[in-house]
């Protein structure tokens, strides 16, 4: 069973920055495709951006795009975003999965918080 932890969350002003971090355990995550979900208060979870199992694509929300940048380190077993030019929407809790179903158990999670 492969298990996800998020860090690097925080609370930063509009504009700042901050870049998430996801460690996968399990000998499978190279083999598959990843990505960067959110959860705002009272939303449902969304996809934020994604990334192939090697790296050389990837697709954003148009909301995010030019904004953020999702990465990997396969060797790591590690999945990153880079979270630029943050606006007060993009407060939320953000997790790491598969790209598409069916997903591994979630992690908690770690909390951004853009602040004016």
């Known amino acids: 069973q492969v298990q996800l932890v998020e860090s690097g969350g925080g609370l930063v002003q509009v504009g700042g920055s901050l870049r998430l971090s996801c460690a996968a355990s399990?000998?499978?995550?190279?083999?598959?495709?990843m990505a960067w979900f959110r959860q705002a208060p009272g939303k449902e979870r969304e996809f934020v951006a994604g990334?192939?199992?090697?790296?050389?694509?990837?697709d954003y929300i148009d909301s995010v795009k030019g904004r953020f940048t999702i990465s990997r380190d396969n060797a790591k077993k590690m999945v990153y975003l880079q979270m630029n030019s943050l606006k007060q929407e993009d407060t939320a809790v953000y997790y790491c999965?598969?790209?598409?179903?069916?997903?591994?158990?979630w992690g908690q999670g770690t909390q951004v918080t853009v602040s004016s």
């Open positions: 399990g000998r499978t995550f190279s083999s598959w495709d």
């Open positions: 999965n598969t790209r598409t179903e069916p997903y591994w158990t």
């Open positions: 990334i192939r199992w090697s790296g050389g694509s990837t």
